[in-house]
């Protein structure tokens, strides 16, 4: 049976994963048949945010499963394919939420 926070962990894993604009949009941009600037997958991505910001409040997230969590790796791709820029204000709060919920973390 799993630990309370590794339950914690994979409910938080699923949540972000049904909303993330990486697995299925994403090569819809690479293909070409949409632009990184299209105002759909602008509104995925911002709510994709919004759900991360939301899941790194959960209580019983340890900060080894924090850093599983952790947003840069896809917001990085984000950026290298044109659909969020670093200085995004969504992308500099879902940093500073990641952040925080680090800083409070238990081992």
Known sequence: ????????????????????????????????RLKPTDAGLRAVTESWIETYERVLTLEGLTRSGLRRLDPAPRVAVLVEFGVL?????AVRRLSAAFHRAMAASTA
């Not at 339950?7 to 949009?25: E, F, G, H, N, Y």
């Not at 820029?85 to 204000?89: G, T």
């Open 1 to 32: 049976m799993d630990s309370p926070s590794e339950q914690v962990l994979r409910r938080a894993i699923s949540t972000i994963a049904q909303v993330d604009p990486l697995i299925k949009l994403l090569q819809e941009v690479r293909a070409g």
């Open 85 to 89: 820029d670093l200085d995004h204000q």
